[in-house]
């Protein structure tokens, strides 16, 4: 397991702290980010700014999102212990692992092979039990039948909302997903029937993420 030291518990509680500051309420988010090391899903280069409010890069041209990205992320999913939860995007694995000290049963999908060996290997060692696949995210998990998910989280940004995903989700089940293409604005997608016309739609705000590549070839 890798080191985790007084340091940094006291940055990520100084992290907790701006996290609080900046609208963030539920509790067991910030219990859980209080938690995960972000030091761990980083090159270790870049420990010093582990627990700043910015995004930092990982490789393959993908970043780790703001610790209040995936606060708010984390929020607006309204997660319960025990839920299902299909993940877009795994990358660094960070949101990943917040999700599961939720307790959440996660099921995440990378599309960037050498991000998915990397991060699959840190979330097994470091004791976080989430399902990885490789894949394409556009099209979720209807493959493998794991569904309907509780909740479904997409950690890029997307052009559209995605249909695969939307009839993997659950009758009341809640997506959380940035929708647009230059910058996304936030939605939480409630699905109270299967008609589009019976999906309630709320929106908090405007981010910027990397891409969703829709049925693009994967990289190794």
Same mark, same amino acid.
Request: charged share 25%; glycine share 14%.
């Given at each position: 397991m890798r080191a985790d030291t007084f340091r940094h518990k006291g940055l990520r509680q100084q992290m907790v702290d701006t996290l609080r500051s900046k609208g963030i309420t539920d509790e067991q988010v910030l219990r859980a980010m209080g938690e995960v090391p972000r030091h761990w899903f980083i090159d270790s280069a870049l420990d010093s700014h582990a627990y700043e409010d910015r995004a930092l890069k990982i490789g393959c041209e993908q970043t780790i999102s703001h610790p209040s990205t995936v606060a708010m992320q984390?929020?607006?999913?309204?997660?319960?212990?025990?839920?299902?939860?299909?993940?877009?995007?795994?990358?660094?694995?960070?949101?990943?692992?917040?999700?599961? $000290?939720?307790?959440? $049963?996660?099921?995440?999908?990378?599309?960037?092979?050498?991000?998915?060996?990397?991060?699959? $290997?840190?979330?097994?060692?470091?004791?976080?039990?989430?399902?990885?696949?490789?894949?394409?995210?556009?099209?979720?998990?209807?493959?493998?039948?794991?569904?309907?998910?509780?909740?479904?989280?997409?950690?890029?940004?997307a052009p559209s909302i995605p249909e695969a995903l939307m009839s993997q989700l659950r009758i009341d089940g809640i997506m959380v997903i940035p929708l647009g293409e230059d910058e996304q604005e936030m939605l939480r997608i409630t699905k109270l029937g299967n008609d589009r016309s019976q999906w309630k739609i709320e929106k908090f705000g405007t981010y910027s993420f990397v891409p969703m590549l829709n049925g693009k070839q994967m990289k190794s």
């Open positions: 984390s929020q607006l999913l309204d997660l319960h212990s025990g839920m299902k939860v299909l993940e877009i995007g795994t990358g660094s694995g960070y949101q990943t692992a917040v999700l599961c $000290r939720m307790g959440a $049963r996660v099921f995440t999908i990378e599309r960037q092979k050498g991000l998915f060996d990397q991060t699959r $290997r840190l979330l097994a060692e470091e004791g976080y039990r989430a399902r990885c696949f490789l894949g394409d995210g556009y099209k979720g998990l209807a493959e493998v039948n794991y569904g309907p998910y509780d909740r479904i989280i997409v950690t890029c940004g």
